[in-house]
Antibody
Framework: QVQLVQSGAEVKKPGASVRVSCKAS????????ISWVRQAPGQGLEWMGW????????NYIEKVQDRVTMTTDTSTSTAYMELRSLRSEDTAVYYC????????????WGQGTLVTVSS | QSALTQVASVSGSPGQSITISCTGT?????????VSWYQHHPGKAPKLMIY???KRPSGVSNRFSGSKSGKTASLTISGLQAEDEADYYC??????????FGGGTKLTVL
């Protein structure tokens, strides 16, 4: 059974950085991309970006592209999402999710990581 | 890249059918038959219910069906059950390994 297990909740001050990890298991990590999606309190899901786990190619949405970096460690089948210069509006649950073999559908999701930005 | 448009809430009684629509643009829903639908219970991971517009993953009830016409995709749930109460999100592939989600629809089973 495909599993994506994310790191635990974080509390950060404005201006700090956070790194969320996502460890994949029970599938061949480099054969599937990883997307990151977030959900702010009371809001809908927002796709943030994608990384090709095979070659490291990535796309980010414009609103975070200057502050986000998505990476992978293929030796441990782990994806990472780092967000810098945190603002209160970055408070959200962050999900990693696998992109299926077609490359077009996000199929399996991690359990989510709550990141709270507060002074 | 703007969010896809979904009605905020919909409700139905057990046994009834409901349809949730998802309207996009010519850059996403209108260009690709690659809309997926997710069921999201608060505090849990979203679950894929429909992909590529109308396909059901293994294990998803055939009470869930999807369709698309032009720039609007739809999710229909027939024979509503109490456990269907959740938030539902559409998501469209938008080209060059980018995706866009809808704002979500809260389904209440009366």
């Amino acid at each position: 059974q495909v599993q994506l297990v994310q790191s635990g909740a974080e509390v950060k001050k404005p201006g700090a950085s956070v790194r969320v990890s996502c460890k994949a298991s029970d599938y061949t990590f480099i054969n599937y991309g990883i997307s990151w999606v977030r959900q702010a309190p009371g809001q809908g899901l927002e796709w943030m970006g994608w990384i090709d786990t095979y070659n490291g190619n990535r796309n980010y949405i414009e609103k975070v592209q200057d502050r986000v970096t998505m990476t992978t460690d293929t030796s441990t089948s782990t994806a990472y999402m780092e967000l810098r210069s945190l603002r209160s509006e970055d408070t959200a649950v962050y999900y990693c999710a696998r992109v299926d073999s077609s490359g077009y559908t996000v199929d399996y999701w991690g359990q989510g990581t709550l990141v709270t930005v507060s002074s | 890249q703007s969010a896809l448009t979904q009605v905020a809430s919909v409700s139905g009684s057990p046994g009834q059918s409901i349809t949730i629509s998802c309207t996009g643009t010519s850059s996403d829903v209108g260009s690709y038959n690659l809309v997926s639908w997710y069921q999201h219970h608060p505090g849990k991971a979203p679950k894929l219910m429909i992909y590529e517009g109308s396909k059901r993953p293994s294990g998803v009830s055939n009470r869930f069906s999807g369709s698309k016409s032009g720039k609007t995709a739809s999710l229909t749930i027939s024979g509503l059950q109490a456990e269907d109460e959740a938030d539902y999100y559409c998501c469209s592939y938008a080209g060059r390994s980018t995706w866009v989600f809808g704002g979500g629809t809260k389904l209440t089973v009366l």
